[in-house]
């Protein structure tokens, strides 16, 4: 993959993580986007679509694991950085 498509798929991942923390939030506006159990509502809106876009074979549980391990992973490496765009990456990275 070349790096402006491998740049294009971080931005478009990016959008969609970005798209489904505002329908969480949404969804969870009477706690003000709070959910503890949001990895399992994340899987559900994101595997329509995230699988294609990585070109992988997901199940909801694997989803949910790729989210547990990518915020874990930027609550250590990058606190405070942009989360849609360091999960994107960091997958981008492990699947292209």
């Known amino acids: 993959m070349s790096r402006t498509t491998q740049t294009d798929l971080v931005q478009q991942l990016a959008t969609l993580l970005q798209q489904t923390g505002e329908a969480h939030h949404q969804a969870f506006i009477e706690a003000d986007g709070v959910d503890p159990e949001w990895p399992l509502w994340y899987a559900e809106h994101l595997h329509e679509n995230l699988p294609a876009l ?43």
């Open 54 to 96: 990585l070109d992988a074979e997901l199940t909801k549980a694997e989803i949910v694991y790729l989210l547990l391990s990518a915020d874990r992973q930027r609550s250590l490496e990058a606190p405070g950085s942009n989360w849609p765009r360091f999960y994107a990456k960091l997958w981008v990275a492990r699947y292209h």
